[in-house]
């Protein structure tokens, strides 16, 4: 984890969702990249029920979030290390504008959320046709044999 992440982490803790009686924990460590034209969001959630998680998206935040159950101390058990996490959850991520807010595959499958956001079509590019003042369609090079294109000509026209 980075120093802003940390930091970041802590002031959650602290001001935003404080732990009551420890009682929460921050949430599933995850995994965002891009692959092709996709934005894909990997959570880890081991031990979890589908039904124990919930995913929203608002206004560009991913939110997920749930619960876990706390198993019973089993009596003449005394712990020195118990690491389990117990209680509520829950990680935002802002979504980058580029992508659409309703992801095309949403899966959970042996701890793992996959959530796959597609690229918006207006953040793909496109090719661009450019036409000339006399009606005539140009390429994007300017290379048009008997054409002029409005951007670069000298003035001339050619007949």
């Avoid at 509520?88 to 499958?109: I, N």
């Amino acid at each position: 984890m980075g120093l802003r992440q940390v930091m970041d982490r802590l002031l959650e803790d602290a001001v935003i969702a404080p732990r009551q009686g420890g009682m929460s924990w921050g949430g599933p460590a995850l995994d965002v990249y891009e692959a092709s034209d996709n934005l894909v969001v990997e959570a880890q959630l081991p031990g979890l029920r589908p039904d124990d998680i919930d995913v929203n998206v608002e206004r560009g935040v991913l939110t997920i979030s749930g619960r876990t159950a706390t198993e019973p101390e089993p009596q003449g058990r005394h712990y020195l290390v118990r690491e389990q996490r117990a209680g509520q959850f829950s990680r935002s991520l802002q979504l980058p504008a580029t992508y659409t807010a309703d992801p095309s595959e949403a899966t959970y499958e042996q701890g793992i959320l996959r959530l796959v956001f597609p690229k918006s079509e207006q953040a793909k590019p496109r090719r661009i046709q450019l036409n000339t003042g006399s009606g005539q369609q140009a390429t994007t090079n300017g290379h048009s044999a008997g054409a002029s294109t409005a951007a670069g000509s000298s003035g001339r026209r050619q007949s």
